[in-house]
């Protein structure tokens, strides 16, 4: 299984950002796929998840800020970032979790918020 993170880059505080992760390889069905993101000297923080029904859940630091969604063919998860500021500025990556439990990361995208 192997997870592509992409769209990464320099923004503007308050400006936005569209992250992508491809999954291609998968033999079992995903039961969830989550945003992560760990910032230089922090441990790794949980940004956003989405089910296989589709339930999404975010961390209270960007709720009402960052949108997880995928696509119907459940190949590709995004997380649209918007109204950003210097406290997202972190690597992002993409994790996947199957239905037998199995779980794998992605690379990661750097993004960083200039003020």
């Known amino acids: 299984v192997q997870l592509q993170a992409s769209g990464g880059g320099l923004v503007q505080a308050g400006g936005f950002l569209r992250l992508s992760c491809v999954v291609s390889?998968?033999?079992?069905?995903?039961?969830?796929m989550d945003w992560y993101r760990q910032a230089p000297e922090k441990q790794r923080e949980w940004v956003a998840s989405v089910t296989i029904e589709g339930t999404t859940n975010y961390a209270d630091s960007v709720k009402g800020r960052f949108t997880i969604s995928r696509d119907n063919a459940k190949t590709t998860m995004y997380l649209q970032m918007n109204n950003m500021n210097s406290e997202d500025t972190a690597v992002y990556l993409c994790?996947?979790?199957?239905?037998?439990?199995?779980?794998?990361w992605g690379q990661g995208t750097q993004v960083t918020v200039s003020s």
């Open positions: 390889g998968t033999t079992f069905p995903i039961y969830k």
């Open positions: 994790h996947l979790r199957n239905i037998n439990w199995a779980h794998y």
